[in-house]
């Protein structure tokens, strides 16, 4: 019976553990990604105005 309870608990911490591992990789991700996303689109909106024959964008 002891071996029982003692095995789910082992289980659920492994749970526990994946879980907030998953949820560190999606952080890191979302941290490194949202400010590289926002440099892209800046870069290709002031592109994109350049071509239009606007040569200073943001000053």
Do not use: N, W
């Not at 689109?41 to 592109?47: C, E, N, P, T």
């Amino acid at each position: 019976m002891m071996d029982k309870q003692e095995h789910r608990l082992q289980e659920t911490g492994m749970d526990f553990s994946r879980e907030l591992l998953a949820y560190a990789i999606i952080g890191l991700v979302v941290l490194i990604g949202a400010p590289s996303l926002a440099v892209v689109l800046h870069r290709r909106k002031r592109r994109r105005l350049r071509q239009r024959g606007i040569k200073r964008y943001g000053h």
